[in-house]
């Protein structure tokens, strides 16, 4: 056992997994083994650590190391966010995305990677070349993207359409309902993460009740977007059941139940990469 199964008692209890997380973040450096260890008396089985920068791909490779010596399952996602499209081109990204599928535990995901048109100080060419750079990467290895979107789901949804994918995951998605379903035909999961826990996100919540409980996964993005009951402070993957229990009340449905669909979703999201290193389900 990797410390409390969430929910069920039969052997059979659902692997909850946090499909997105920063370990590797600032917040976490001082005390990663305590945030670990609040992930595991939550019930978290999982974490996949996404990154953001070639520069933070050790730190994060460490972090995940760090994370299986707490007892918990943890895998690495790398990619170069659009945050960073200033300073690192398509070609530095591509080079450290070559380095890391050369480690003796590939990735399991290339991710966060994307567009931020909310950015008007990042040139929107320069993050078009990183990410489609990076998009045909992952394609040519079959690996799912983990993808951030901000007021620009449309041209995500352009790139998806006109290049090779293998699918992946649009994290905090801000985007309508339409775009939600464009993304799901094409492949694509929703993040679901501390946002659904705010009781005045109105429309949020009816999207939530009304997209596929297929196309839906998990998510907290710690240390950042903490929910409505962590207001102001850092979030942590140990929060990640309250982003469950919200999606259940909304969909008027039994927890671990939603949380067994849940679980099937990011077996299918990740490819079957994801193995575990609990005792009873060992790291391969
Ligand atoms: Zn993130």
């Known amino acids: 056992m ?3 199964r969430f929910g069920l008692e039969d052997g059979n209890a659902m692997e909850l997994i946090d499909t997105h997380c920063h370990l590797e973040a600032a917040a976490f450096r001082d005390d990663l083994a305590a945030v670990i260890q609040h992930a595991v008396e939550h019930g ?23 994370a299986r ?12 966010h659009p945050w960073w499209a200033e300073r690192v081109d398509a070609n530095a990204a591509i080079s450290a995305l070559e380095a890391s599928w050369g480690d003796d535990e590939r990735p399991v995901a290339v991710g966060e990677i994307g567009l931020d048109f909310a950015r008007d100080d990042i040139d929107a060419e320069r993050q078009n070349a990183l990410f489609t750079a990076q ?23 352009y790139w998806l359409r006109r290049r090779q994918h293998a699918g992946g995951v649009v994290h905090g998605f801000t985007g309508s309902r339409q775009q939600a379903e464009q993304f799901i035909e094409q492949g694509l999961f929703i993040g679901v993460g501390g946002a659904i826990t705010h009781p005045g996100a109105h429309r949020m919540h009816r999207m939530m009740r009304e997209l596929p409980l297929e196309a839906l996964v998990l998510e907290t993005d710690a240390p950042n977007q903490p929910g409505h009951a962590h207001r102001g402070e850092c979030n942590m993957p140990g ?46």
């Not at 996949?48 to 490779?61: E, K, L, M, N, T």
């Open 2 to 4: 990797i410390g409390a």
């Open 44 to 66: 978290v089985n999982g974490m996949v650590a996404v990154g953001v920068s070639p520069a933070d791909f050790a730190a994060q490779r460490r972090a995940v190391t760090g």
């Open 69 to 80: 010596r707490e007892g918990l399952s943890a895998w690495a996602a790398f990619g170069t």
């Open 135 to 157: 998009l045909d990467w992952a394609a040519e290895r079959d690996l799912p993207v983990i993808l951030h979107e901000r007021k620009s789901a449309d041209r995500l949804l």
């Open 239 to 284: 929060y990640l059941p309250e982003n469950l229990s919200a999606l259940a009340s909304l969909r008027g449905l039994d927890r671990d139940e939603l949380g067994e669909t849940i679980e099937r979703n990011v077996e299918r999201l990740f490819k079957g990469r994801l193995r575990y290193n609990a005792v009873d389900r060992p790291f391969t």
